[in-house]
């Protein structure tokens, strides 16, 4: 339940006064409700909860998370071959 | 996809526990809250490359598993009435009641529809007006903003056969409660990536302060994982007790502040039992009067509820830390996913079946 996945917003609209979206995981597509997250746009990757969209992903956050952990694994290699 | 695949990535993942294994210097132990980590971490079988020294524990973050079993009794009492069209997530289907489970219920014809959105649950409402539907409003803070905003869309829709079995908990004073517990032996806490994700994570800095312990923000891939491990780890070696976030592509400080601000507009804090465990103080939330006229409790008289445990099951130890599913006398044998005594071993975030799926009997 709380093991809420990243999917693609592909699709911005509203039903029933509320905003929706359709979100593609790795080719299944699904209406997820925006409500929670009104700054989305199509192209944007959103945290989806029973249906959900909590939280849209940070690009430069993720980026800055991968350097970091590439930045370990370099001065690891670095390391190992002195 | 992206934001998943490169979180799996084994070089990344072997550089991380390597650098684990040369940080930890003692033996410490360490809590993942979530029982989405915990299937996680045996599902990659990252439980077994981890050094000897640390012991990961695994905490209450089972939101099927911590329903109390009264509440889960009235659930299917209201199930069984005529005319009722009770909506549930799929994990509570199974989860043993003190007679019976809603899938029995199904099995026999009863009106017992999985929802994967709690709108689905208030479109059917719409659509059978005939029919009163009740929806079981169960979870951590992840799925109380959903469930906040289907009460919202029914009260908005004016629907009058749309109701909720509110069952609700909050992961702050679970964390308390370990902490201040004679037997804790938790000396740091992987915070739960994706409530924090609801909530921010400002609510942490004072149990951090309060217990000295590390409280680290975490994600659910291996490179997440080791990520919140390894800064914990870190922070123990050096005698340091912070919140720290290490899932900052999803978490801000603040969380969602929208969804935050409609939770506090339905729910209100309450006290909860929480199965196995106990009355947790303020642990839960529970609807605001305004919205009692969709309290499926008060709308559905049921009579006395008389709930009773498996005297085999020791869940509450499990949720507790206190334990390993392998440690019960039942676990493989009275006690399987087919025959579940308890709800750890039904759930797709309980402990004990994330040992029965990954590890065997």
Sequence with gaps: ?82 | MKYIDEYRDPIKVKHLLDEIATTITQPRVLMEICGGQTHSFLHHGLDDMLPQELDLVHGPGCPVCVTPLEQIDRALAIANQPNVIFTSYGDMLRVPGTRENLFAIRARGGNVKVVYSPLEAVDLAANNPDKQVVFFAIGFETTAPPNAMAILQAKQRGLKNFSVLVSHVRVPPAMKALLSSTNNRVQGFLAAGHVCAVMGYHEYIAIAREYRVPIVVTGFEPVDLLRGILAAIRQLESGKAEVENAYERAVTFHGNQLAQETIQSVFMPVDRKWRGIGLIPMSGWGLRPEFEDFDAEARFAVGEIVTQESPLCIAGEILLGLKVPPQCSAYGKQCSPQTPLGAPMVSSEGACSAYYQYHGK
Excluded: W
């Design chain 1, 1 to 82: 339940m709380c093991l809420g996945i990243p999917g693609k917003i592909t699709e911005i609209y509203e039903r029933n006064d509320f905003l929706m979206g359709k979100i593609d995981f790795s080719g299944v597509i699904k209406e997820i409700c925006l409500a929670y997250v009104p700054e989305a746009k199509v192209g944007d990757y959103a945290l989806v909860h029973v249906g959900f969209a909590i939280s849209l992903m940070d690009e430069d956050e993720a980026t800055e998370t991968l350097k970091l952990i590439r930045d370990l694994v370099d001065f690891s290699e670095e390391f190992g071959d002195q």
